[in-house]
């Protein structure tokens, strides 16, 4: 059974920085061929893209709100990608979420295009 597992969150100061990581496992499976996704959500709030890379690493996708801020990478040998935080926000606060979508396609930030979900890391910026 494939598991998509999250970690790196915590309580961070406004302009600190995180690394978040979502690690791939079971048998057989590798994310090459995924496109992978962070999504988050705030309390009271809906889900929302984060940042999204295609399956190449050739193709991201970044929110207008963490734009120039977040940068999302991967390493398929490790069945690994990362979501670099910097200049963190308390808007930031939420439960960040890694997803994948199969197939060789593009990034997409709809949530209903991915097709497994870790069980979300808690990110809180305190101001």
């Known amino acids: 059974q494939v598991q998509l597992v999250e970690s790196g969150g915590g309580l961070v100061q406004a302009g600190g920085s995180l690394r978040l990581s979502c690690v791939a496992s079971g048998r057989t499976f590798s994310t090459y061929g995924y496109t992978m996704g962070w999504f988050r959500q705030a309390p009271g709030k809906e889900r929302e893209s984060v940042a999204a890379?295609?399956?190449?690493?050739?193709?991201?996708y970044y929110s207008d709100s963490v734009k120039g801020r977040f940068t999302i990478s991967r390493d398929n040998a490790e069945n690994t990608v990362y979501l670099q935080m910097s200049n963190l926000k308390p808007e930031d606060t939420a439960v960040y979420y890694c997803?994948?979508?199969?197939?060789?396609?593009?990034?997409?930030?709809?949530?209903?295009?991915?097709?497994?979900w870790g069980q979300g890391t808690q990110v809180t910026v305190s101001s």
């Open positions: 997803a994948a979508r199969r197939g060789l396609r593009g990034v997409t930030s709809r949530d209903s295009d991915y097709d497994l």
């Open positions: 890379i295609d399956w190449s690493g050739g193709g991201i």
